[in-house]
């Protein structure tokens, strides 16, 4: 079976500073893991995915996520926040081919400060 | 290309009654899920299905049932409905890979929110 655990509920920072958004996952299997986000109001976005190629992975508007087996870890980060990144982000893990379950965490809400 | 539809968009039911969500995508996909989203919670995973015909209980299956009869189709049907199933819930679907890695991105409705009363 697959979990996620996202450690923060909220997380706020300045305009122009540096996001971190932490996920813990465990798994069975090598799993494919991804992160969405969804605006107020809107339907989820997918950001990026990790699927055991490289463990750096680059997605869109600047995020991007390391995958650290040792440490069962996938944060996600940006080097510069904007204030249009005020949302709510998901992890979310599925355990390769055996298993077809998606599973989310539980979310992180980021607070932009002007 | 509508992509995947759920209808109805907004419900309120009183406690006890029952009623069905459809969702439909015109993408040919294999998986189709049902997930419900509440405060706090993120979206918990209720029933999926790998393919016409089959589906199989997610984390929280209690108090629904689904069906896929036609591939495009997947139901979510409350019989007796309480108020801790307000919520809103969103259908989800995605390609099948062939047995390999399950990394395709899921397309998601637009969901429903529902009350209970």
């Known amino acids: 079976a697959q979990s996620v655990t996202q450690l923060d509920s909220h997380v706020s920072v300045s305009e122009g500073t540096p996001v971190l958004l932490r996920c813990n996952y465990s798994s069975s299997y090598s799993p494919s893991l991804f992160w969405y986000v969804q605006h107020p109001n809107k339907g989820l976005q997918l950001l990026l995915k990790?699927?055991?190629?490289?463990?750096l992975v680059k997605g869109i508007n600047g995020f991007e996520a390391e995958f650290k087996k040792s440490e069962t870890s996938f944060h996600l980060t940006k080097p510069s926040a904007h204030m249009s990144d005020a949302a709510e982000y998901f992890c979310?893990?599925?355990?390769?081919?055996?298993?077809?379950?998606?599973?989310f965490g539980k979310g992180t809400r980021l607070h932009i400060l002007p | 290309n509508a992509g995947v539809t759920q209808t109805p968009k907004f419900r309120v039911l009183k406690t006890g009654q029952s009623m069905t969500l459809l969702c439909a995508q015109d993408?040919?996909?294999?998986?189709m899920y049902w997930y419900r989203q509440d405060p706090g919670m993120g979206l918990r995973l209720i029933h999926y299905?790998?393919?016409?015909?089959?589906?199989a209980k997610g984390e929280v299956p209690d108090g629904y049932n689904v069906s896929r009869l036609k591939k495009q189709n997947f139901l979510l049907g409350l019989e007796s409905a309480a108020p801790s199933q307000t919520s809103v819930y969103f259908c989800?679907?995605?390609?099948?890979?062939?047995?390999?890695?399950?990394?395709?991105?899921?397309?998601f409705g637009s969901g429903t929110q529902l009350s209970v009363l």
């Open positions: 990790y699927t055991s190629a490289a463990t």
């Open positions: 993408m040919n996909h294999e998986y």
């Open positions: 979310v893990v599925s355990a390769s081919w055996r298993d077809d379950k998606i599973i």
């Open positions: 299905s790998v393919g016409e015909g089959t589906t």
């Open positions: 989800a679907s995605r390609p099948d890979q062939q047995g390999a890695r399950s990394n395709e991105k899921l397309f």
